[in-house]
Protein backbone atom coordinates (compact mmCIF):
# COMPACT_ATOMS: atom_id res chain seq x y z
CA UNK A 1 0.00 0.00 0.00
CA UNK A 2 1.41 3.58 -1.02
CA UNK A 3 -0.11 4.94 2.09
CA UNK A 4 1.26 2.47 4.68
CA UNK A 5 3.97 3.97 7.49
CA UNK A 6 4.34 1.13 8.76
CA UNK A 7 3.16 -2.55 8.55
CA UNK A 8 3.95 -5.88 9.95
CA UNK A 9 3.21 -9.22 8.69
CA UNK A 10 3.00 -12.63 11.16
CA UNK A 11 5.33 -10.16 13.47
CA UNK A 12 6.21 -12.73 16.08
CA UNK A 13 8.58 -12.52 19.20
CA UNK A 14 9.16 -14.99 21.74
CA UNK A 15 10.78 -14.77 25.07
CA UNK A 16 11.94 -18.51 26.39
CA UNK A 17 8.29 -20.09 26.25
CA UNK A 18 5.82 -17.11 26.49
CA UNK A 19 4.94 -15.38 23.07
CA UNK A 20 5.00 -11.75 23.23
CA UNK A 21 3.38 -11.12 19.87
CA UNK A 22 1.79 -14.23 17.79
CA UNK A 23 1.51 -13.52 14.35
CA UNK A 24 0.70 -9.98 14.30
CA UNK A 25 -0.60 -8.16 11.35
CA UNK A 26 -1.00 -4.78 11.51
CA UNK A 27 -1.33 -1.80 9.00
CA UNK A 28 -0.73 2.13 9.91
CA UNK A 29 -1.53 4.22 7.05
CA UNK A 30 -0.16 7.67 6.73
CA UNK A 31 -2.31 10.48 8.66
CA UNK A 32 -3.45 8.33 11.38
CA UNK A 33 -3.87 8.18 15.25
CA UNK A 34 -3.57 4.78 15.41
CA UNK A 35 -4.82 3.79 18.80
CA UNK A 36 -3.00 0.40 19.91
CA UNK A 37 -5.12 -1.22 22.77
CA UNK A 38 -4.30 -3.80 25.40
CA UNK A 39 -3.91 -4.84 29.23
CA UNK A 40 -0.54 -4.30 30.81
CA UNK A 41 1.55 -7.66 28.66
CA UNK A 42 -0.87 -7.83 26.21
CA UNK A 43 2.29 -7.15 23.71
CA UNK A 44 1.79 -3.47 22.98
CA UNK A 45 5.01 -2.16 24.01
CA UNK A 46 7.44 -5.38 22.73
CA UNK A 47 5.47 -4.54 18.93
CA UNK A 48 6.61 -0.72 19.63
CA UNK A 49 10.15 -1.66 20.55
CA UNK A 50 10.60 -4.25 17.83
CA UNK A 51 9.28 -1.17 15.28
CA UNK A 52 11.96 1.14 16.79
CA UNK A 53 14.80 -1.32 16.53
CA UNK A 54 14.81 -1.89 20.26
CA UNK A 55 13.98 -5.57 19.86
CA UNK A 56 14.60 -7.91 17.24
CA UNK A 57 11.40 -10.69 16.31
CA UNK A 58 11.56 -14.32 16.05
CA UNK A 59 10.05 -14.30 13.05
CA UNK A 60 7.80 -12.43 10.73
CA UNK A 61 8.52 -8.64 9.24
CA UNK A 62 8.49 -5.18 9.82
CA UNK A 63 7.77 -3.07 6.64
CA UNK A 64 8.50 1.45 7.54
CA UNK A 65 7.64 3.78 4.77
CA UNK A 66 7.96 0.64 2.57
CA UNK A 67 10.94 -0.75 3.47
CA UNK A 68 11.39 -3.61 5.08
CA UNK A 69 14.92 -4.96 3.90
CA UNK A 70 17.41 -4.84 7.23
CA UNK A 71 19.39 -1.79 5.38
CA UNK A 72 16.25 0.16 4.71
CA UNK A 73 14.38 -0.44 7.80
CA UNK A 74 17.85 1.71 9.35
CA UNK A 75 16.88 4.41 6.87
CA UNK A 76 13.52 4.58 7.11
CA UNK A 77 13.72 4.61 11.14
CA UNK A 78 15.38 8.02 10.92
CA UNK A 79 12.05 9.40 9.69
CA UNK A 80 10.52 8.46 13.49
CA UNK A 81 10.36 9.63 16.10
CA UNK A 82 9.57 7.60 19.92
CA UNK A 83 8.88 7.68 23.29
CA UNK A 84 9.57 3.89 24.64
CA UNK A 85 8.70 3.51 28.35
CA UNK A 86 10.14 6.69 30.51
CA UNK A 87 11.69 9.99 28.46
CA UNK A 88 15.54 9.91 28.40
CA UNK A 89 16.17 12.72 30.10
CA UNK A 90 19.19 14.33 31.95
CA UNK A 91 17.94 15.96 35.11
CA UNK A 92 20.79 18.11 36.17
CA UNK A 93 20.35 19.63 32.46
CA UNK A 94 17.58 22.69 31.54
CA UNK A 95 15.20 21.48 28.57
CA UNK A 96 17.61 23.57 26.18
CA UNK A 97 20.04 21.64 26.85
CA UNK A 98 18.83 18.05 27.15
CA UNK A 99 17.51 18.80 23.21
CA UNK A 100 21.15 19.65 22.35
CA UNK A 101 22.10 16.81 23.41
CA UNK A 102 20.01 14.72 21.61
CA UNK A 103 20.10 16.71 18.31
CA UNK A 104 23.97 16.22 18.67
CA UNK A 105 23.79 12.11 19.39
CA UNK A 106 20.85 11.93 15.92
CA UNK A 107 23.05 14.82 13.61
CA UNK A 108 20.51 17.05 13.30
CA UNK A 109 21.95 20.03 11.69
CA UNK A 110 21.71 23.48 13.23
CA UNK A 111 19.99 24.57 16.25
CA UNK A 112 16.91 26.52 15.08
CA UNK A 113 14.78 23.74 15.74
CA UNK A 114 15.08 23.49 19.22
CA UNK A 115 13.52 26.91 19.83
CA UNK A 116 10.67 25.63 17.65
CA UNK A 117 9.89 22.65 19.28
CA UNK A 118 10.50 24.07 22.40
CA UNK A 119 7.56 26.53 21.63
CA UNK A 120 5.34 23.37 19.97
CA UNK A 121 5.37 21.50 22.99
CA UNK A 122 4.63 24.70 25.29
CA UNK A 123 8.18 24.88 26.99
CA UNK A 124 9.60 27.66 25.69
CA UNK A 125 9.74 29.79 28.45
CA UNK A 126 11.23 26.79 31.12
CA UNK A 127 14.68 29.23 31.17
CA UNK A 128 17.88 27.76 33.00
CA UNK A 129 14.65 25.50 34.84
CA UNK A 130 16.70 22.14 35.85
CA UNK A 131 14.49 19.35 34.48
CA UNK A 132 14.80 17.31 37.56
CA UNK A 133 12.38 19.95 38.87
CA UNK A 134 10.19 19.65 36.22
CA UNK A 135 6.81 18.70 37.44
CA UNK A 136 5.80 15.12 35.58
CA UNK A 137 3.65 16.66 32.66
CA UNK A 138 6.32 19.20 32.00
CA UNK A 139 8.84 15.80 31.72
CA UNK A 140 6.55 13.99 29.35
CA UNK A 141 6.35 17.25 27.32
CA UNK A 142 9.85 17.19 26.77
CA UNK A 143 10.27 13.51 26.10
CA UNK A 144 8.07 14.42 23.20
CA UNK A 145 9.72 17.45 22.34
CA UNK A 146 12.68 15.16 22.06
CA UNK A 147 10.78 12.55 19.83
CA UNK A 148 9.84 15.39 17.41
CA UNK A 149 13.37 16.86 17.02
CA UNK A 150 14.28 16.24 13.52
CA UNK A 151 10.49 16.50 12.27
CA UNK A 152 9.80 12.77 12.08
CA UNK A 153 6.70 11.82 10.01
CA UNK A 154 6.12 8.90 12.42
CA UNK A 155 5.68 9.71 16.11
CA UNK A 156 5.28 6.58 18.31
CA UNK A 157 4.05 6.80 21.83
CA UNK A 158 4.12 4.38 24.46
CA UNK A 159 1.55 4.91 27.37
CA UNK A 160 1.95 8.84 27.27
CA UNK A 161 -0.38 9.32 29.77
CA UNK A 162 0.93 7.32 32.30
CA UNK A 163 1.06 9.37 36.19
CA UNK A 164 -0.45 12.34 34.33
CA UNK A 165 -3.34 14.31 36.34
CA UNK A 166 -6.35 15.03 34.37
CA UNK A 167 -5.05 18.32 33.43
CA UNK A 168 -1.93 16.97 32.07
CA UNK A 169 -3.69 14.24 30.22
CA UNK A 170 -5.76 16.60 28.55
CA UNK A 171 -3.00 18.89 27.02
CA UNK A 172 -1.23 16.55 26.31
CA UNK A 173 -4.27 15.19 24.25
CA UNK A 174 -4.32 18.78 22.57
CA UNK A 175 -1.26 18.64 21.46
CA UNK A 176 -0.74 15.39 20.13
CA UNK A 177 -4.33 16.31 17.99
CA UNK A 178 -2.46 19.12 17.05
CA UNK A 179 0.63 17.68 15.88
CA UNK A 180 -1.77 15.26 14.05
CA UNK A 181 -3.97 18.33 12.61
CA UNK A 182 -1.02 20.87 11.80
CA UNK A 183 1.50 18.54 10.73
CA UNK A 184 0.09 15.89 8.94
CA UNK A 185 1.91 13.72 11.69
CA UNK A 186 1.23 9.87 11.56
CA UNK A 187 1.09 9.04 15.04
CA UNK A 188 0.89 4.95 16.84
CA UNK A 189 -0.34 5.66 20.61
CA UNK A 190 -0.18 2.31 23.42
CA UNK A 191 -2.30 2.69 26.04
CA UNK A 192 -4.60 0.47 28.14
CA UNK A 193 -6.97 3.81 29.38
CA UNK A 194 -9.20 3.26 26.53
CA UNK A 195 -11.86 6.26 27.58
CA UNK A 196 -8.73 8.70 26.40
CA UNK A 197 -7.64 6.81 23.06
CA UNK A 198 -11.21 7.32 22.13
CA UNK A 199 -10.79 10.83 22.33
CA UNK A 200 -7.24 10.84 19.86
CA UNK A 201 -7.73 7.36 17.33
CA UNK A 202 -9.11 7.48 13.84
CA UNK A 203 -7.67 3.67 13.98
CA UNK A 204 -7.55 0.93 16.82
CA UNK A 205 -5.59 -1.91 17.07
CA UNK A 206 -6.85 -4.59 19.66
CA UNK A 207 -4.45 -6.97 21.31
CA UNK A 208 -4.43 -9.78 24.11
CA UNK A 209 -1.81 -11.79 24.58
CA UNK A 210 0.23 -11.30 21.84
CA UNK A 211 -2.70 -11.80 19.42
CA UNK A 212 -4.26 -9.02 17.36
CA UNK A 213 -8.00 -9.28 17.72
CA UNK A 214 -9.11 -6.82 15.52
CA UNK A 215 -8.30 -3.85 13.31
CA UNK A 216 -10.98 -1.48 12.56
CA UNK A 217 -11.35 2.42 12.06
CA UNK A 218 -13.07 4.84 14.11
CA UNK A 219 -16.14 4.73 11.47
CA UNK A 220 -15.99 1.03 12.05
CA UNK A 221 -16.06 1.13 15.34
CA UNK A 222 -19.00 3.59 16.15
CA UNK A 223 -20.48 1.00 13.94
CA UNK A 224 -20.08 -2.08 16.12
CA UNK A 225 -21.04 -0.19 18.77
CA UNK A 226 -24.19 1.55 17.71
CA UNK A 227 -22.87 5.05 18.39
CA UNK A 228 -26.37 6.91 17.88
CA UNK A 229 -28.03 10.13 19.24
CA UNK A 230 -30.98 9.54 21.68
CA UNK A 231 -33.84 11.73 21.01
CA UNK A 232 -37.20 12.39 21.94
CA UNK A 233 -39.52 14.92 21.37
CA UNK A 234 -43.23 15.94 21.50
CA UNK A 235 -44.23 14.40 18.12
CA UNK A 236 -42.10 11.49 16.68
CA UNK A 237 -43.47 11.16 13.18
CA UNK A 238 -43.09 14.78 12.66
CA UNK A 239 -39.64 14.63 13.74
CA UNK A 240 -39.27 11.24 11.01
CA UNK A 241 -40.43 13.82 8.30
CA UNK A 242 -37.63 16.03 9.39
CA UNK A 243 -34.97 13.65 9.33
CA UNK A 244 -36.01 12.25 5.53
CA UNK A 245 -37.08 15.19 4.15
CA UNK A 246 -34.20 18.28 5.45
CA UNK A 247 -31.71 16.21 6.81
CA UNK A 248 -31.80 13.42 4.06
CA UNK A 249 -31.52 10.21 6.40
CA UNK A 250 -32.86 7.19 6.57
CA UNK A 251 -30.24 5.65 9.60
CA UNK A 252 -32.36 5.76 12.42
CA UNK A 253 -34.87 3.80 13.94
CA UNK A 254 -38.57 4.64 16.02
CA UNK A 255 -38.64 3.22 19.39
CA UNK A 256 -42.02 2.19 20.84
CA UNK A 257 -41.97 4.82 23.47
CA UNK A 258 -41.61 7.27 20.89
CA UNK A 259 -37.60 7.72 20.75
CA UNK A 260 -35.38 7.99 18.00
CA UNK A 261 -32.13 6.43 17.49
CA UNK A 262 -30.36 8.42 15.01
CA UNK A 263 -27.49 6.78 13.61
CA UNK A 264 -25.86 8.97 11.36
CA UNK A 265 -25.10 13.18 11.49
CA UNK A 266 -23.19 11.76 14.66
CA UNK A 267 -20.68 14.78 14.16
CA UNK A 268 -23.33 17.34 13.19
CA UNK A 269 -25.01 17.08 16.31
CA UNK A 270 -25.94 21.44 16.00
CA UNK A 271 -27.94 20.74 12.60
CA UNK A 272 -30.12 17.60 13.88
CA UNK A 273 -31.30 20.23 16.75
CA UNK A 274 -31.78 23.08 14.80
CA UNK A 275 -33.72 21.34 12.30
CA UNK A 276 -35.99 19.96 14.82
CA UNK A 277 -36.61 23.08 16.65
CA UNK A 278 -36.72 25.19 13.24
CA UNK A 279 -39.54 22.36 12.63
CA UNK A 280 -41.57 23.46 15.58
CA UNK A 281 -40.69 20.32 17.66
CA UNK A 282 -40.33 20.39 21.35
CA UNK A 283 -37.29 18.63 22.37
CA UNK A 284 -37.61 17.03 25.56
CA UNK A 285 -34.08 14.67 25.42
CA UNK A 286 -31.13 15.08 23.05
CA UNK A 287 -27.84 13.44 23.73
CA UNK A 288 -25.40 10.98 22.51
CA UNK A 289 -26.02 6.80 23.44
CA UNK A 290 -24.30 3.17 22.29
CA UNK A 291 -21.80 0.98 23.59
CA UNK A 292 -18.27 2.73 24.92
CA UNK A 293 -14.84 1.20 24.06
CA UNK A 294 -14.24 -0.05 27.21
CA UNK A 295 -17.88 -2.50 26.95
CA UNK A 296 -16.49 -3.29 23.29
CA UNK A 297 -12.91 -4.28 24.74
CA UNK A 298 -14.26 -6.22 27.42
CA UNK A 299 -16.59 -8.31 25.23
CA UNK A 300 -14.21 -8.80 22.47
CA UNK A 301 -11.29 -9.89 25.35
CA UNK A 302 -14.05 -12.19 26.81
CA UNK A 303 -15.10 -13.92 23.82
CA UNK A 304 -11.21 -14.20 22.84
CA UNK A 305 -10.30 -15.72 26.35
CA UNK A 306 -13.72 -17.93 26.10
Given at each position: ???????TLDLTKKYKDQL????????????????????????????????????????GTVSLFGESSEA???????????????????????????????????????????????????????????????????????????????????????????????????????????????????????????????????????????????????????????????????????????????????????????????????????????????????????????????????????????
Amino acid sequence: MDDAVLTTLDLTKKYKDQLALDHVNVTIRKGDIYGFIGQNGAGKSTLLRVATSLARPTSGTVSLFGESSEAGLIEARKRLGAIIESPALFPDMTARDNLEVHRLQRGIPGKSCISKTLELVGLQNTGNKKTKNFSLGMKQRLGLAIALLGDPELLILDEPTNGLDPMGIAQLRELIKRLNREKGLTILISSHILSELRQLATTYGIIHKGKLLEQLSHEQLNAKCKQHLRIRVDDASKAATVLEMELETRDYEVLQDGTIKLYSLLDDVSRVSKALTGSGLVIEYFAPGGEDLESYFTKLVGRAGA
